[in-house]
């Protein structure tokens, strides 16, 4: 499957009858809700995930799984101005890691800043028996922190903020967009995806014999395969080329996201029947292929999926679902460390004050942290 930037001539137009629409707007310059309706729907899952542990509740292995829909969410977002581009990179590569660099550090690095002031005010200062590996920082954790390496090493990867791990593993990705791209353009997407997938394996094979950080919580080869994936994606829901419109047209898109879902739940459970929980450089992939084909499924117009990612107030929680992934994790261990711990309430009614109390002012303060942090490093979009 070739991705060619050439048009598709009306004679090409596939002719099945009773299609499912597609999206008639051109992706470049333009704002989808229902990725943004994605993006809080992750980021919330997220934040829920974080909670149930800090209430002390057993067996939440879902969570980690979000980061691989984030992942998927980048690259199908950040070919979107590919395809419109005829398979080119506007700007160049240049252009594009000075874009992805004001995007993504300036945020990241002040959400770095408030996370030790955090820790050196009170997080640092950890109860007995409930001692967390992010907030006992020490030079090393400060100094790869800074160089997005931090993922590389066991001893550093979750520290400061345990989510920060997966912003080292997506800005390594980046550096090899362009190459994708070229790889996309003239090879095709199926042998892409399938060198991305050869790729990682063979790479998670090697790290696994080194001191590399391999854990849930490490370097994460595969998710070089879940971006790709996302770029796939794209493809298949807005370019014009004709092999693209009949996948997205004939394939039953929400079918597949029921049975890769039901596949996920399955091995997720595995520890419940006395097995050992399956690696995630394994489980990912499954998970971002549910993630790609759920990308496919919710750009349909017209259909409840659509309809309930579009959703506006899930879209504005979207537009800032960045912040809630960087500051929902100390801001979450404060309310539980000072507001609840000292009540000793049973860990069902802590998560319950949780999610009533501690979410909902994680994510009014994640927004002020947006206004300041990060709104003012965003790409403007060019007006319709």
Same mark, same amino acid.
């Given at each position: ?87 080119t ?7 594009f890691?000075?874009?992805r660099?004001?995007?993504? !550090? *300036?945020?990241?690095? &002040?959400?770095? =800043? %408030? /996370? @030790?002031?955090?820790i050196? #005010? +009170? $997080? ?82 090697i ?43 004939? !394939? *039953?898109?929400?079918a &597949?996201?029921? =049975? %890769? /879902? @039901?596949?996920?739940?399955? #091995? +997720? $459970? ?57 500051i ?14 000292p ?42």
């Amino acid at each position: 499957m070739r991705y060619s930037p050439e048009r598709q001539t009306e004679k090409e137009a596939p002719t099945t009858k009773k299609e499912p629409p597609r999206p008639q707007s051109s992706p470049a310059g333009q704002h989808f809700g229902y990725l943004d309706g994605l993006r809080a729907a992750a980021a919330l899952f997220v934040v829920l995930h974080h909670a149930w542990l800090w209430a002390g509740l057993p067996l939440y292995v879902f969570g980690h799984d979000a980061v691989g829909l984030f992942i998927v969410i980048s690259g199908f977002c950040l070919m979107l101005p590919v395809v419109k581009a005829g398979g080119t990179l506007p700007g160049g590569a240049l252009a594009f890691f000075k874009r992805r660099a004001r995007r993504i !550090l *300036p945020p990241y690095y &002040l959400a770095m =800043l %408030l /996370s @030790l002031v955090l820790i050196w #005010l +009170g $997080l640092g200062q950890q109860p007995e028996g409930y001692y967390d590996e992010s907030f006992a920082v020490n030079l090393n954790g400060i100094i790869t922190h800074l160089l997005l390496i931090h993922d590389v090493f066991p001893s550093t990867a979750t520290q400061i903020n345990g989510p920060f791990w997966s912003i080292a593993v997506e800005w390594r990705i980046y550096f090899l967009f362009p190459l994708l791209v070229l790889l996309f353009a003239r090879w095709g997407v199926l042998k892409t995806v399938m060198l991305t997938l050869v790729g990682s394996v063979l790479l998670t094979l090697i790290l696994l014999q080194t001191r590399v950080n391999m854990a849930s919580h490490g370097v994460s080869p595969q998710y070089l395969t879940l971006f790709t994936l996302g770029m796939g994606a794209a493809l298949i829901v807005y370019s014009s080329q004709g092999v693209f419109s009949k996948l997205y047209t004939q !394939l *039953p898109w929400v079918a &597949l996201v029921v =049975l %890769l /879902s @039901l596949a996920i739940i399955v #091995l +997720g $459970l595995v520890p419940l029947w006395g097995g050992e929980l399956v690696p995630p450089y394994v489980s990912d992939y499954g998970v971002g292929l549910w993630s790609a084909c759920l990308l496919i499924a919710t750009s349909r117009p017209r259909t409840w999926l659509n309809a309930g990612f579009s959703w506006k107030p899930i879209v504005f929680l979207g537009t800032f679902a960045y912040s809630i992934y960087l500051i929902h994790f100390p801001l979450l261990r404060l309310f539980w460390q000072y507001l609840l711990l000292p009540f000793n309430l049973s860990a069902q009614v802590t998560f319950a004050w949780l999610v009533v109390l501690a979410v909902p002012l994680t994510i009014g303060l994640s927004y002020l942290f947006f206004l300041g942090a990060e709104r003012p490093f965003l790409t403007r979009r060019p007006k319709a």
